[in-house]
């Protein structure tokens, strides 16, 4: 199969082409960086052009308002692309419980990109990842002042980027699934106790002060992020990432 990979240079997106190729498949990695801009539309056409499956990791440049519009369209441009393209199924990354924290134009902007595909003309799949591991150093960082971190109690259960890579890889080799896949980490932490994890197992100075205002998750309320019912739950534990 081939595999137009929008977004393809990044963290993710990258782990999901060597993922599509080590299988046989045929994966193009497309970016900014390679001519392709998903806002004007330069290069779309020509990228996803013979794709049997586009997935789209792109990610808007900021965490605010501006968030939606880029999504918006972001993914206009897309699935005009793909159905002009011939393309059979588009996937998506999102996360986990974003429609349940409207507070945060970020996540809002999440399930408006999610809505715009299910709405589409092109079978679909969503898969749905809890927060990264990858990440806990720049929430830490949101943070800090001096040798103090002040962070929230809020349930977080991290994962692994190769294991969303994995996840993300499987499902666009698939069958659409016109529908989605939730995906978390094996551990749940309060994101006050995943910082003192963190900074300990690296003997990191600071200190972690609960404070359930703090941070964009302070937003957050009880255990929306973490992952329910027949979820799929990935085998790396954040101590072994850690280590």
Avoid: C
Wanted: no cysteine; aromatic share 6%.
């Amino acid at each position: 199969m081939k595999f137009a990979v929008i977004g393809g240079t990044g963290l993710i997106g990258s782990k999901v082409v060597e993922k599509l190729n080590a299988a046989g498949h045929e994966a193009v990695p497309h970016s900014q960086s390679t001519g392709v801009d998903v806002i004007t539309g330069q290069g779309l056409e020509e990228a996803v052009a013979g794709a049997d499956v586009v997935v789209n990791l792109t990610n808007s440049p900021t965490f605010d308002d501006a968030s939606p519009a880029f999504f918006q369209t972001s993914m206009d441009n897309l699935l005009a692309a793909g159905q002009k393209g011939g393309v059979g199924h588009v996937v998506i990354l999102s996360i986990v419980g974003a429609e349940q924290v409207p507070q945060l134009d970020y996540y809002r902007a999440k399930v408006l990109q999610e809505d715009i595909l299910k709405a589409g003309p092109i079978p679909y799949s969503i898969v749905r990842a809890t927060q990264f591991m990858e990440f806990v150093d720049a929430v830490l960082s949101w943070t800090t002042e001096g040798d103090t971190v002040r962070l929230p109690a809020t349930p977080i259960q991290p994962i692994a980027a190769q294991d969303v890579a994995d996840a993300v890889a499987e499902v666009a080799a698939g069958t659409p699934l016109n529908g989605t896949l939730n995906i978390g980490g094996p551990d749940v932490f309060t994101l006050d106790e995943l910082g003192r994890v963190t900074l300990n197992a690296r003997s990191d100075g600071r200190t972690v002060v609960t404070d359930d205002a703090a941070g964009m998750f302070a937003a957050v309320r009880g255990d929306v992020l973490t992952t329910k019912g027949d979820a799929r739950i990935a085998p790396t534990h954040y101590a072994d990432w850690l280590s």
